[in-house]
Each structure stands twice: as C-alpha cells, then as structure tokens.
C-alpha cells in the first residue's frame, strides 16, 4: 500500500510537471522548465522540417536531421504516454459509475481532445511511413499550437478566458453584423457586375465570380488585380470602399466594448462562471480568509480535487488579500443572504460552502446564522461549515442542520488550556491543523478490509502505512454524527464508518 501511495504521488508529480502549475504549487519550477524546453524544441522542428526542403542542406545534414528526428518523436512520445497516464487527475472530464469505469472514460476524454490528437499526429508520420506516400512530418508544424499553453502561465490565461465570455455573450450582435456584411458584399458583387461586366466580361463574368472582388474591397482596399474601369464602376468602388471601414468597425468596437464591459464585471464581482463544480464557496469575508485561502489552494488539498474557490462577499471590490491570488480564486460582489447571489456562486454544484464569521460585526454570529438559513433553504444536501464566535449560540446551528460548526471560543479555550498544561501543544495542534507541509488530518471512508474489524487491527493496518488512526465518525438512525476518538482497542469498524487519521497526503 505505501509503494501504491508512491505511485499516487509521483504520478500527481508528472501531471503537475506536464500542465501549467501555479507558482507557488511544489513542482512549479519544474513544470515552468518543462514548457520552455518543449516549446523551444517544436520551434527546432518546425526549423528542421523547412531546412530539410532545402535540397542542398537536406542531402549536406541528412543523418544530424535524422537523428533529431528520432530524438524528438521519442521525447514527443514520452510525454503523449506521459498524458494519457495522469489525464484521469484532470478533474474537467466527467466521472463514471466506477472507479474503472471513469478512467477509461476520462481516457478516451483526452484521447479525442484537440490537444491530444494534435500530439498523436506530432508522432504517427514517424510511425507509420508504410501506411502513407506523402511525408507528413510537416504534420507537427499543429504542434505550434502548444504555445497557447504557455499562455496559461501569466495573466494571458484569463485574458484567453474572458475573450471566450466576450464572443459568447456577444454572438447575437456578432451574427447580426455577420449578416450585414454579406448583404453588403452581395449587393456590391452585384453593383459591380452590372456596371462592369461588358467592359471586363472575364474579370466580371458573373455575380459569383465578382464576390471576390467585393470581398477584397470590403475588408481592404483591393489587391489591384481587378478594379473597375468605368465611370459607374468607379462609383460603386468608391461607395463600396467606405462602407468597408464600418463593415470592420462594427465587429471591432463590438469585441472592444464587450471587452472592456467583462474586465469591469470582473473586477466589481459581478461575473462568475456557471459551469463551477466541486468548488468551495466562502460565503463572507474576516482577517482570517487569506490564511483560510493559503491553506485551500495547497497542494494535499489539490490531491482532494479541490481547484477552485469563490469568495462571495458585500464589498464594493475584491479585498486586497484577494488580489495576490490571480488563478483559481473567483471573486463574486455580493450579500451572501441572498439567495441570488449564492445562485450565482453555483452554491448547488459545490463541494462545501464555508461560512466565516465577520469578527468586526455587532452580531456575526447572527450574521452568520441567516447566511446558512439562506443556504440550507436552496438546498439541504449542501454541506455547510460555519464559524461560531459564541458557544452559546451553537444550539442554533445545530438546529438547522449544520454539519460543521467551528466555535472559535471553544477552539481558543482548549488550546490555551491545554497548551498551558502540556507544552507546545497549540505549534502541533497548528501543524496538524494546516495543509501547507507535513502531515495533517484526513477524513476518509472505511476501507472494505477494515469492515467489523476492531479498532487495534485498523490501527495496525493503518501503521503498516505510515497512517496514524485517530477517531471514527459514526451516523445513528436518526442519521446524527456521533465521533469516537481513540476508543477501545475491541471497538468494531461498520461499514458506513468514516475514519480520521494522520497522513502525509490523503490516503486512497
């Protein structure tokens, strides 16, 4: 099991070399290395495959244009097998009825990706010349394409993004001027033809054959091969010629605008992706949430699935602790009492929503509270873990069905108390507590070999693995959750147990 728990990890590793990682992600250098050498060595290529066309430097470097041949397709191979093995890791492909089921279907996902049948045909001319006549190394010039990915280790990345939004929300306006367009080109095709085609009866021949001088007219100032030769003809270039400067204006100040309307969208919090799952929704916003967010964005928590994270807050812009977090952050301008807002978080498709308590409020318990009102009344199958300041008003929360309640005063009186009496136990409640390094507490569903096995055989198991077994949750009938911590050696394991231990990395 600790050799599998190798293979997990270092399989993370590769896919984290492979795909642009954030900067402060562990294998970040690494993968930032990886890029530039792979975009350094398809520009070689494309150098290669345009030399060796050249007769005398073809037959001159034959054998040196070879071997960089096979160096190459090996490289590109490696890394397509490379691909196909950690694509499962990539949480956008969907997810089957089983664990098999699942990665085949996030295989064949990725096999017939744009991405990856660009990196299939990089490497298939070298592999199957007897199958074609026609040498199609040119082929991997489409791997030019990968530069795209090096766009999404900046800014470029969200930029990529928010043109998409601007052509999608603007598609209606977009077509609408796509259809004038070809009016215009249409009736000047047909102006021209009229007023031309007796003088220049070949270059005019038909309406058809006009569209290309209307084309080259409309979107430039023609290529001079055809043009008018009658006074009439000149006229209609003449009108026509103009009417191409608004015939490029209009998609342009359409983009234009779109543009500069989604940046502000952004950066007020009105614009949010719809198609957000598994995310964690933070429903609020206290001097603790930059250490909260530092946490969420580690890599142990990453291995859960956990990418993304939506701060939905009332605030006029986004916090400047926000600001330092450029990917995988959504800021969302809005009251988290409303269940619009939380709509527009996609609350429904979350992993958990997370409900801070705003310590500078009069009431942020009360606060608090309603937030979770809010969120339960949308849906009662979304889990919710709200921060308490009172202990007192805990019996509220557990009243409407919380599932996680964080009471900051009970926390701070335990570990003061118990750091008094055993010292420096607050450092190792803080390490255990935070997923930034070493190990920390994991939640995870029984193992079927552990079922109706007692506690001390679990913790021997879990040994075993360099797992420490601390406690089990357990639901009565009445589907409350009741915890067992470090209970008696003979305690019986059930099948619907969860299980906390300490691990390094979560456990599979």
């Not at 954030?22 to 690494?30: D, L």
């Not at 052509?167 to 306006?173: G, S, V």
């Not at 430039?220 to 015939?247: E, H, M, N, Q, R």
């Not at 009102?373 to 009662?380: E, K």
Request: glycine share 4%; net charge neutral.
């Amino acid at each position: 099991m600790i050799f599998s728990q190798k293979i997990r990890d270092f399989k993370f590793a590769i896919y984290e070399i492979l795909e642009i990682s954030r900067p402060e992600y562990k294998y970040a250098q690494w993968s930032k290395i990886f890029d530039i050498s792979l975009f350094v060595l398809i520009i070689l290529n494309v150098f290669a495959v345009m030399m060796s066309t050249i007769k005398g430097i073809e037959l001159k470097h034959r054998a040196f244009l070879h071997a960089f041949e096979v160096f190459s397709v090996i490289i590109f191979s490696i890394e397509y097998v490379l691909r196909l093995w950690t694509c499962d890791l990539d949480k956008k492909y969907p997810e089957g009825f089983g664990k098999l089921l699942s990665i085949l279907k996030n295989k064949l996902f990725f096999i017939f990706s744009i991405w990856a049948l660009i990196d299939l045909f990089a490497v298939l001319p070298f592999y199957l010349p007897l199958l074609f006549t026609i040498d199609l190394r040119f082929v991997r010039i489409f791997r030019l394409f990968r530069i795209l990915r090096i766009l999404k280790a900046g800014r470029f990345a969200k930029s990529i993004i928010v043109i998409g939004k601007v052509i999608r929300d603007t598609k209606e306006q977009l077509l609408a001027t796509l259809g004038l367009i070809l009016i215009i080109i249409i009736v000047s095709s047909s102006l021209i033809y009229y007023a031309e085609c007796k003088e220049q009866p070949e270059a005019f021949s038909s309406i058809p054959a006009s569209l290309w001088w209307g084309v080259a007219t409309l979107t430039t100032v023609g290529y001079g091969d055809i043009y008018p030769v009658t006074a009439l003809g000149k006229f209609c270039a003449a009108l026509i010629a103009i009417s191409g400067v608004g015939v490029v204006a209009l998609p342009s100040g359409i983009l234009a605008s779109g543009l500069v309307e989604q940046f502000e969208k952004e950066k007020k919090g009105e614009d949010m992706d719809n198609n957000l799952t598994n995310h964690i929704v933070i429903c609020g916003w206290n001097i603790l949430a930059n250490e909260i967010i530092t946490n969420l964005l580690s890599e142990d928590i990453r291995k859960t699935g956990i990418e993304k994270i939506v701060v939905l807050v009332d605030l006029e812009e986004k916090p400047e602790d926000l600001k330092k977090f450029e990917e995988n952050i959504s800021f969302l301008r809005g009251d988290p009492t409303k269940k619009e807002n939380l709509l527009k978080a996609n609350i429904r498709e979350c992993h958990t929503a997370l409900v801070p308590s705003d310590l500078q409020a009069s009431n942020p318990d009360a606060e608090s509270l309603l937030v979770a009102l809010t969120i339960q009344a949308l849906d009662a199958n979304i889990y919710v873990c709200a921060q308490v300041q009172d202990s007192a008003n805990k019996i509220h929360f557990q009243n409407i069905k919380v599932e996680e309640i964080i009471c900051i005063e009970d926390l701070g009186a335990g570990i003061s108390v118990g750091s008094a009496v055993n010292h420096g136990l607050s450092a190792f409640v803080d390490e255990l507590l935070s997923f930034n390094e070493g190990c920390e507490f994991y939640r995870i569903d029984i193992p079927n070999d552990l079922i109706n096995k007692s506690f001390l055989e679990a913790s021997k198991s879990f040994l075993n693995k360099n797992i420490i077994l601390v406690g089990i949750r357990r639901h009565n009938k009445k589907n409350e959750p009741k915890l067992y911590i470090n209970p008696q050696k003979n305690f019986l394991l059930e099948k619907d147990d969860n299980l906390f231990v300490i691990a390094e990395s979560k456990p599979v």
